[in-house]
């Protein structure tokens, strides 16, 4: 019996939110216990988030793209979403707004895929440079050392009560070298997001 799991990066359709929705609070649950109130953490809506990814999705383009790591039945095991900076003031016209792995998915390789396709999509629309903030006390931060950004930034953000250090990671330049191919459990190497 073939038991491979065909995963592809592709831009996500309006019909991926519910998915999305699962994915983020998940992860947010996952990540942020005990770096974020649980009041917030438990409150959160998967059927709210649904609703605004819809709304996300429907608004997004190939400058402003929602991308999912998925099968061939659409189940999600990982998304980011992307646009221009929102902080003018630093070089970096790209942002990363969100990314999240699905716990259980992490490690597998999703996250670089995704960073990778989001580059090539920044690349092929002249954006100069990018950026993503993260919380300063998230582990999962390092992950962008590992792809090769570098501490460009810091600033406190109000959160849910809190006053939370988050750091950016910046890339100059776009040309981050061919995508990585280590998707694993017997998955494919993703494909690119644009035909
Ligand atoms: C952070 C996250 C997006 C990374 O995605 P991933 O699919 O788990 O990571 P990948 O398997 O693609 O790893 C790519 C590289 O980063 C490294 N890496 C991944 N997570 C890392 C971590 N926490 N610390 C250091 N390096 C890490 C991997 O070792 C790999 O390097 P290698 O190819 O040289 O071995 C994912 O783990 C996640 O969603 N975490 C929880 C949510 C979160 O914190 N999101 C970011 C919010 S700012």
């Known amino acids: 019996m073939d038991d491979t799991i065909r995963i592809g990066i592709r831009l996500a359709r309006p019909s991926d939110s519910a998915e999305i929705?699962?994915?983020?609070?998940?992860?947010?649950?996952?990540?942020?216990?005990?770096?974020?109130?649980?009041?917030?953490l438990l409150k959160?809506?998967?059927?709210?988030?649904?609703a605004g990814w819809t709304r996300t999705i429907k608004a997004s383009n190939l400058r402003n793209p929602v991308l999912v790591a998925a099968d061939a039945e659409s189940k999600i095991y990982a998304f980011a979403s992307a646009g221009p900076s929102r902080d003018k003031s630093l070089p970096y016209e790209?942002?990363?707004?969100?990314?999240?792995?699905a716990p259980g998915w992490t490690g597998q390789g999703f996250g670089a895929a995704?960073?990778?396709?989001?580059?090539?999509?920044?690349?092929?629309?002249?954006y100069r440079g990018?950026?993503?903030?993260?919380?300063?006390?998230?582990?999962?931060?390092f992950f962008y050392e590992a792809m090769g950004g570098q501490i460009v930034a810091e600033r406190q953000?109000?959160?849910?009560?809190?006053?939370?250090?988050?750091?950016?990671?910046?890339?100059?330049?776009?040309?981050i070298g061919k995508p990585r191919q280590r998707?694993?459990?017997?998955?494919?190497?993703?494909?690119?997001p644009l035909s």
């Open 114 to 126: 995704l960073l990778t396709s989001t580059f090539r999509l920044f690349s092929k629309a002249n």
């Open 157 to 175: 953000h109000p959160m849910w009560g809190r006053s939370l250090r988050e750091i950016a990671y910046g890339w100059p330049s776009l040309d």
């Open 130 to 141: 990018m950026i993503i903030w993260a919380l300063a006390d998230n582990p999962s931060r």
């Open 21 to 40: 929705a699962d994915v983020y609070v998940d992860s947010w649950r996952d990540t942020y216990a005990g770096l974020l109130p649980d009041t917030g």
């Open 183 to 192: 998707v694993g459990r017997g998955a494919e190497e993703p494909e690119p």
């Open 94 to 101: 790209g942002e990363v707004f969100t990314l999240y792995v």
């Open 44 to 50: 959160m809506s998967k059927t709210e988030h649904a």
